[in-house]
C-alpha cells in the first residue's frame, strides 16, 4: 500500500512540474515587432518589473469600433529597458518571447522583449511620407503632387 501512494504521489508531482514548466517557461512564440516606442516604466508593487508599450502602424477593427494597433510587453534585462526609456517616440524593431502564462517577477504580460533589433528616427512630415510613396510607385516623380495622397 505504501508503495502505490509513493507512486501516485511521484506521478502526481511529474504532471505538476510538467504543466508549471510548459505554462510559464516554455516558449510558445518568439518574433519581431515593430512600432513606435510610446512608453517604458518601472512598476510594481512586490516585484517590480520593466513594462512598455509599443505602437504599431495601421489599425486594428473591433467589434466596438477602430482601436490602434499596440503592443505591450515586459522586459527582463535592465540593460535593454534602460536603453528604451532613453528611446522613447523612436520607431524600433523588438524581438519578443511568447509564453503561455506570465510571471508575477518576470512582467506584467506574457510577451518579453529579450533584444533590440533596430531603433530609427521616426518621419513625422507628410512630405517625407509622400516622397516615400511617390519613388516607389513612380521613380524620378518625387516633386509631383498627387491630389488626395495626404
Known sequence: MKKIIWILLGVVILGLAIFVYFRFYFVF?????????????????????YEGKLIQTGIKAQTT??????????IA??????????????VMDLHYKEYFGRLPWRGHTRYIVDDIVSIREKNTTIDDQNVEVLSTIAPGAENTVI???Y
Not at 512608453?39 to 516585484?47: H, L, Q, T
Open 65 to 74: 469600433g477602430v482601436q490602434s494597433n499596440t503592443f505591450d510587453f515586459s
Open 29 to 49: 512564440g518568439e518574433g519581431v515587432r515593430s512600432g513606435e516606442l510610446n512608453y517604458v516604466v518601472y512598476k510594481g508593487v512586490v516585484w517590480k518589473t
Open 147 to 149: 491630389p488626395g495622397l
Open 77 to 90: 534585462d535592465k540593460e535593454i529597458a534602460e536603453r528604451l526609456m532613453t528611446e522613447s517616440g523612436k
